[in-house]
């Protein structure tokens, strides 16, 4: 196949182009992928620095998202879950609080730790319980508010949300606020809630990866930078005009709304900044919340999970800011030292990775997916037609691929 015999033409190989154009080769479709950069994935990336392994950011995996599973994880990814819950500081120490299923001492922690008293706490089991144990589409067919108006529906206020939800949801969305679609975190959480959420051995890049390695050879191209894009043709930076029968662009959100001509959605940051130092401040395999607000989103011993991740014995840890910068190096060690109950000075700094266009936002109120059809014979995926996630980024390239599947 030459390059200008495919019928379709995918823009982008992260997820949700290489879900598009899995599903266009099955049905016997011929496809040219066209990515800019030198490996598939977009902004899910795993590079290499001094031998460690770093994501771009920190993110999960989640094993019981159904997208994942109608495609089918590549054989070899080995995902290496955390514990399903979260290490909450206050002033008597770290308490876990986790489902007894991943922890069995993680109940506890609901007594423990700085969660309010049993009132509050049955608010938010009930909440949870309804939005986990009851059928999803009573999720996708009610009515979509804010997630702090749809919690303080349910009674959940107080410290479960201040040192709990927000703490922990915020790593998620990429938000402080909650003001995320009612709808969407309820489906992350049962998610969450049926089936382990962990990295790949080897780093975040070998879901797609092993997806790109499905696809027949050469159907990817390398270092092809799209310019301009319209109804079956596609103009490539130093090279010229393409042409097909469709075009299916599945560029980053940003990147696409410029091709396309349409409104960029509001983008959500972070920053991940990794440390390798001699030994962990914990030995579980569970992320640690900051219940006091500060810079910190996040940080998690990234090597508890995975020990691949380091090249030699030491741990890594990565922590997360909402930004598009870290914060300066003496407060973000205090806080980590602050979190974690332990000294911070033989941390040694490895990579930070800034994602400044991490996660479209998706405010309540807002569809949980978005038209893939533009007009005949022009489509668009990716996580902004659908929900900020990689389920909602392969969803949408299937979307995308079935919709010019059905159009010939």
Same mark, same amino acid.
């Given at each position: 196949? $030459?390059?200008?015999?495919?019928?379709?033409?995918?823009?982008?190989?992260?997820?949700?182009?290489?879900?598009?154009?899995?599903?266009?080769?099955?049905?016997?479709?011929?496809?040219?992928?066209?990515?800019?950069?030198?490996?598939?994935?977009?902004?899910? /990336? +795993?590079?290499?620095?001094?031998?460690?392994?770093?994501? /771009?950011?920190?993110?999960?995996?989640?094993?019981?998202?159904?997208?994942?599973?109608?495609?089918?994880?590549?054989?070899?990814?080995?995902?290496?879950?955390?514990?399903?819950?979260?290490?909450?500081?206050?002033?008597?120490?770290?308490?876990?609080?986790?489902?007894?299923?991943?922890?069995?001492?993680?109940?506890?922690?609901?007594?423990?730790?700085?969660?309010?008293?049993?009132?509050?706490?049955?608010?938010?089991?009930?909440?949870?319980?309804?939005?986990?144990?009851?059928?999803?589409?009573?999720?996708?067919?009610?009515?979509?508010?804010?997630? /702090?108006?749809?919690?303080?529906?349910?009674?959940?206020?107080?410290?479960?949300?201040?040192?709990?939800?927000?703490?922990?949801?915020?790593?998620?969305?990429?938000?402080?606020?909650? $003001?995320?679609? +009612?709808?969407?975190?309820?489906?992350?959480?049962?998610?969450?809630?049926?089936?382990?959420?962990?990295?790949?051995?080897?780093?975040?890049?070998? #879901?797609?990866?092993?997806?790109?390695? /499905?696809?027949?050879?050469?159907?990817?191209?390398?270092?092809?930078?799209?310019?301009?894009?319209?109804?079956?043709?596609?103009?490539?930076?130093?090279?010229?005009?393409?042409?097909?029968?469709?075009?299916?662009?599945?560029?980053?959100?940003?990147?696409?709304?410029?091709?396309?001509? #349409?409104?960029?959605?509001?983008?959500?940051?972070?920053?991940?900044?990794?440390?390798?130092?001699?030994?962990?401040? $914990?030995?579980?395999?569970?992320?640690?919340?900051?219940?006091?607000?500060?810079?910190?989103?996040?940080?998690?011993?990234?090597?508890?999970? *995975?020990?691949?991740?380091?090249?030699?014995?030491?741990?890594?840890?990565?922590?997360?800011?909402?930004?598009?910068?870290?914060?300066?190096?003496?407060?973000?060690?205090?806080?980590?030292?602050?979190?974690?109950?332990?000294?911070?000075?033989?941390?040694?700094?490895?990579?930070? $990775?800034?994602?400044?266009?991490?996660?479209?936002?998706?405010?309540?109120?807002?569809?949980?997916?978005?038209?893939?059809?533009?007009?005949?014979?022009?489509?668009? *995926?990716?996580?902004?037609?659908?929900?900020?996630?990689?389920?909602?980024?392969?969803? +949408?390239?299937?979307?995308?691929?079935?919709?010019?599947?059905?159009?010939?």
């Amino acid at each position: 196949m $030459t390059a200008r015999d495919a019928e379709v033409v995918v823009v982008g190989a992260g997820l949700a182009g290489l879900a598009a154009a899995l599903r266009l080769t099955a049905a016997g479709r011929a496809v040219r992928v066209l990515e800019a950069s030198d490996a598939p994935g977009g902004r899910m /990336r +795993s590079d290499r620095v001094d031998g460690f392994t770093v994501d /771009r950011g920190f993110q999960v995996l989640l094993a019981g998202y159904p997208e994942l599973q109608r495609v089918g994880p590549p054989a070899d990814l080995d995902l290496r879950p955390f514990v399903r819950g979260a290490l909450l500081r206050d002033a008597r120490g770290l308490h876990l609080v986790a489902d007894p299923r991943s922890a069995p001492t993680g109940a506890a922690g609901l007594v423990t730790a700085p969660l309010g008293g049993p009132v509050g706490l049955a608010a938010l089991g009930a909440y949870l319980a309804g939005v986990v144990l009851g059928p999803a589409d009573r999720i996708r067919r009610g009515h979509d508010v804010e997630l /702090r108006t749809a919690l303080a529906r349910h009674g959940v206020r107080g410290a479960p949300v201040e040192h709990l939800l927000r703490p922990f949801l915020q790593g998620v969305l990429l938000e402080r606020d909650l $003001t995320t679609s +009612s709808r969407f975190v309820e489906l992350v959480l049962r998610s969450f809630a049926r089936g382990p959420a962990g990295v790949p051995a080897h780093g975040m890049g070998a #879901l797609p990866d092993g997806l790109a390695a /499905r696809l027949p050879a050469g159907t990817i191209e390398y270092g092809r930078r799209v310019e301009a894009v319209r109804p079956g043709a596609v103009d490539v930076a130093d090279e010229g005009t393409r042409r097909a029968e469709a075009v299916i662009v599945a560029a980053d959100p940003v990147t696409a709304a410029r091709l396309l001509g #349409l409104r960029a959605p509001a983008m959500h940051a972070v920053t991940t900044v990794w440390h390798a130092l001699p030994a962990p401040p $914990t030995r579980r395999a569970v992320i640690a919340l900051d219940t006091e607000g500060g810079p910190v989103a996040n940080s998690v011993v990234m090597t508890n999970a *995975a020990p691949a991740y380091s090249p030699d014995r030491r741990a890594l840890v990565a922590s997360s800011v909402l930004a598009p910068e870290p914060p300066p190096d003496r407060l973000l060690r205090a806080t980590l030292a602050r979190i974690w109950g332990v000294g911070t000075t033989g941390w040694s700094e490895v990579a930070v $990775t800034r994602v400044p266009a991490a996660l479209p936002a998706l405010p309540g109120g807002s569809p949980l997916r978005k038209p893939v059809r533009l007009t005949e014979g022009l489509y668009v *995926a990716g996580d902004h037609r659908d929900t900020p996630s990689s389920q909602g980024a392969l969803v +949408s390239g299937r979307r995308a691929a079935d919709a010019y599947l059905a159009g010939r």
